[in-house]
């Protein structure tokens, strides 16, 4: 989601004009960045105290309240002093997430940049296990609540369930722009529903409030051994949806996260834990689904629609993560070109992925077939998400040491205490490895394998496709010395090398026998940051009188049109008409080779993904009546 701030063209905006766009950033804040963490009242309480005692022995004062003092403690920890203290400072020129601090991070580290983008890879990896997991969790949970109405409705959760996910996804290609503007109102209304019912239940029982006290948190963990550290895998479900912080920095900016946070997130969050810990110290039969059970019977069937519509939020905001995601793996260099269709004019960050969004619907579906309940499910969760986490922490020392210039031991005085609780909670969600947990790491698992054949691939057939290619200049020199007949126009030849001539423009030259009036060798670049000034877009270099290298330069966060980066180019005096060029791109037909850098396995799956990727004059917008492909064949 992109929100900006209205200003009249020409004049800085007024101090009113100033807090109605923060209000207004907070307010959609609210919606997109935490609809992930707010919705998770609706288990994190239930599947703690049932991973503590189990489904049938009775609760106890003592559990109740270490399970609590774990959640608040958790809260503040994590989320408020790592995440909207420390990390939110981590920009990349305003960006954040994984892959933009990966970038940052390996800017910092130039060469020796390996473990870096390995890291990057790892965490984008696992998010999209996290992506596929919450739609499923989120939404069933909210439609189990039907049942606290009525036993009635216990068959039908599932199928109302993927009705919902699908047409959730099915909506996607019309893009979210229009009900967007509702996310942080209705998301709004939602933590004031729970936070009033928390406060109901706390006034009938204000022992919970002793929950503030860590002490509680501590005994509990060296009372339970094992039990302990099982229970704290669920307690990490209070804090799973703490990467969106981090991820929609570009979208709302650093002041409205952390004032939506502080004054009405945690607050209503804290408020509602504590009132199901009331609730289930009250009544302990309370503890099949605390949540809805906060509620008199005359409100349950409204919490329900409101608990889905959260839910749907939720989900909403890490579809559109995982698009966002996509988007800079792949200008990353870690995804092959995939269909980026923009759905709005207006709001730059709103894209639909087709592919993506196709596989994620299919592995939600799944989830949902194969768990049927939020129950089961919550055992698959977390491991993904503790892993980006530690991932994260990692990354952020080096931008703290390296970026920010701070002594290694201050910068690692402050990041070991966040990673020694990261990698605890990781611990513990380790430990639901055989009755879920799997899953996330399987789906990491295939997209970490992706993400490596891709990289290695697209290197090795660089490689071998420069040793077909010969020097630029050498060959401009040969052809201004003996010029072939030429032809009026322009062509212009795509290549991921300028050093070199393109495979395009030899067989060219080798088939066609002429060379036009003027000859553009063009680069794309991505840079390492999310995006590029305009004015910065365009670099000329002239190499003869008919030949001129250009380099077009685009950020990670933004999708490359090439005809309109090239209007730019009039302003340094090249007459660019899109009429009159032609677009000469090299389509390579890969083999695999005898003996090749790869394992066979990932030479069929670089070729395989090849294949699959998106063509290079739809992603690079390139009109199609302009453009000449030639066909050339290479061993991988």
Not at 276 to 292: E, H, K
Not at 314 to 332: D, E, F, K, M, P
Not at 381 to 396: N, P
Not at 484 to 511: I, M, N
């Amino acid at each position: 989601m992109s929100y900006a701030i209205a200003a009249t063209a020409g004049h800085e905006p007024s101090l009113s004009q100033a807090r109605a766009g923060f209000w207004g950033l907070a307010l959609g804040s609210i919606g997109v960045v935490y609809g992930d963490i707010g919705t998770s009242p609706l288990y994190a309480v239930r599947e703690s105290v049932l991973a503590a005692v189990g489904p049938n022995a009775p609760t106890s004062e003592p559990v109740v309240l270490g399970i609590l003092s774990l959640i608040i403690w958790a809260l503040l920890l994590v989320v408020t002093a790592k995440y909207v203290l420390i990390l939110l400072r981590a920009d990349n020129n305003g960006e954040g997430g994984t892959l933009a601090l990966m970038a940052l991070a390996s800017r910092a580290l130039a060469g020796r940049a390996g473990l870096v983008i390995l890291l990057g890879v790892i965490s984008g990896a696992l998010f999209y296990g996290d992506a596929i997991i919450t739609p499923a969790l989120s939404v069933l949970s909210a439609i189990e609540g039907l049942k606290v109405a009525t036993p009635a409705f216990d068959d039908f959760v599932v199928p109302i369930t993927v009705v919902i996910l699908i047409a959730l996804f099915s909506v996607q290609s019309r893009g979210t722009a229009k009900v967007a503007a509702l996310f942080g109102p209705i998301t709004l209304i939602w933590f004031a529903a729970i936070a009033a019912a928390g406060l109901w239940h706390i006034g009938k029982n204000p022992t919970v409030m002793f929950a503030f006290n860590p002490w509680h948190g501590a005994s509990f963990l060296i009372d339970h051994g094992i039990i302990g550290l099982f229970t704290l895998g669920a307690v990490f479900l209070v804090v799973t949806g703490s990467e969106a912080l981090y991820a929609d920095l570009g979208h709302f900016g650093r002041g409205p996260i952390r004032f939506a946070w502080l004054t009405v997130v945690l607050p209503a969050l804290t408020i509602n834990y504590l009132g199901q810990g009331a609730l289930v110290l009250a009544d302990p039969r309370s503890i099949q689904n605390p949540f809805f059970l906060l509620y008199p019977h005359w409100a349950l069937l409204p919490m329900v629609a409101l608990a889905t519509a959260a839910t749907v939020i939720a989900s909403q905001a890490v579809i559109t993560g995982a698009y966002s995601l996509s988007r800079q793996a792949i200008q990353l260099g870690l995804l092959p070109r995939l269909e980026i269709r923009h759905t709005s004019e207006a709001l730059f960050g709103q894209i639909y992925m087709p592919r993506v969004n196709t596989l994620l619907l299919i592995g939600v579906l799944l989830l949902v077939a194969l768990f049927r309940s939020s129950s089961a499910l919550a055992s698959a969760y977390g491991i993904a998400v503790t892993g980006t986490m530690v991932v994260t922490a990692m990354m952020a020392f080096v931008v703290m040491w390296r970026v920010w210039r701070w002594p290694a031991l201050f910068a690692a005085a402050l990041i070991v205490p966040f990673l020694f609780i990261d990698l605890t909670f990781l611990s513990a969600n380790m430990l639901k490895i055989v009755e879920g947990g799997w899953v996330p790491l399987a789906l990491g698992g295939v997209v970490m394998a992706v993400m490596y054949t891709w990289r290695r691939g697209s290197r090795l057939l660089f490689e071998k496709t420069r040793k077909l290619e010969m020097p630029l200049k050498s060959l401009v020199a040969r052809l201004e010395k003996k010029p072939p007949p030429v032809v009026s126009g322009t062509a212009v030849f795509l290549t991921s090398d300028p050093e070199f001539a393109p495979t395009a423009l030899l067989h060219s030259l080798k088939h066609y026998k002429v060379l036009h009036e003027k000859n553009v060798i063009l680069t794309v670049e991505t840079a390492d940051t999310p995006r590029v000034d305009p004015a910065e877009r365009v670099r000329i270099e002239p190499i003869g009188e008919s030949f001129s290298r250009v380099s077009l330069r685009f950020g990670f966060m933004e999708t490359p049109n090439v005809p309109r980066a090239l209007m730019v180019a009039r302003k340094y005096g090249w007459q660019f008409d899109i009429m009159s060029t032609s677009f000469f791109l090299s389509r390579r037909a890969l083999r695999p080779a005898a003996r090749s850098g790869m394992p066979r396995w990932q030479d069929r799956l670089f070729i395989g993904l090849t294949r699959a990727a998106n063509d290079a004059t739809d992603y690079f917008q390139i009109p199609t009546g302009r453009v000449v492909e030639v066909g050339t064949q290479v061993t991988v």
